[in-house]
T-cell receptor, first 114, second 108 residues
Framework: KAGVTQTPRYLIKTRGQQVTLSCSPISGHRSVSWYQQTPGQGLQFLFEYFSETQRNKGNFPGRFSGRQFSNSRSEMNVSTLELGDSALYLCASSSVHRGYTEAFFGQGTRLTVV | AQRVTQPEKLLSVFKGAPVELKCNYS??????LFWYVQYSRQRLQLLLRHISRESIKGFTADLNKGETSFHLKKPFAQEEDSAMYYC??????????FGQGTELSVKP
């Protein structure tokens, strides 16, 4: 079974630009979540999509948005990039197994804003 | 508010010594708790989940609802255990709340 795939692996963008990150979940998983990982703040939840609907949302500004397609693939968009958006963005796909949720993570997209 | 606290940023032990990585949580309800591990240059991966009460790579973790803790333990640390360890709480479906992480360094 293929794991969670995130593309691209690395990105360098300029302040003010926008960026789109992509995540392909494990086949059969309908939930996709996004996290931001930074040395200072650790792992912070951005949002979760389930069956094309946003089910949960973290405390990030509206510049951060996402969507999920009918095949469960998800994209995350950040508009008007700021230097502080430099981070590793992780995607996780989840399934419920025997009554509990198990999340599988991708390798992440390293975003650098200059 | 739901919160996960890992009080130690860095834990350094010698090979063969016992290890305990601390995790405390705040949650109103029945928590679903996990330990995730991130080895150098590898993706974050699930190590343990409280509900299965299993031992993985010699690690165990017991949920103590009275103390709201879910500490990770191993009786004899190995060098290959060196990694970042994250305690996480499942809050509403696919939303995980992570602690700040503890870097475990096992010295030879």
């Amino acid at each position: 079974k293929a794991g969670v795939t995130q593309t691209p692996r690395y990105l360098i963008k300029t302040r003010g630009q926008q960026v789109t990150l992509s995540c392909s979940p494990i086949s059969g998983h309908r939930s996709v979540s996004w996290y931001q990982q930074t040395p200072g703040q650790g792992l912070q939840f951005l949002f979760e999509y389930f069956s094309e609907t946003q089910r949960n949302k973290g405390n990030f500004p509206g510049r951060f948005s996402g969507r999920q397609f009918s095949n469960s693939r998800s994209e995350m968009n950040v508009s008007t990039l700021e230097l502080g958006d430099s981070a590793l963005y992780l995607c996780a796909s989840s399934s419920v197994h025997r009554g509990y949720t198990e999340a599988f993570f991708g390798q992440g997209t390293r975003l650098t804003v200059v | 508010a739901q919160r996960v606290t890992q009080p130690e940023k860095l834990l350094s032990v010698f090979k063969g010594a016992p290890v305990e990585l601390k995790c405390n949580y705040s949650y109103s309800g029945s928590p679903e708790l996990f330990w995730y591990v991130q080895y150098s240059r590898q993706r974050l991966q699930l190590l343990l989940r409280h509900i299965s009460r299993e031992s993985i790579k010699g690690f165990t973790a017991d949920l103590n609802k009275g103390e709201t803790s879910f500490h990770l333990k191993k009786p004899f640390a190995q060098e290959e255990d060196s990694a970042m360890y994250y305690c996480a709480l499942n809050n509403q479906g696919g939303k995980l709340i992570f602690g700040q992480g503890t870097e475990l360094s096992v010295k030879p």
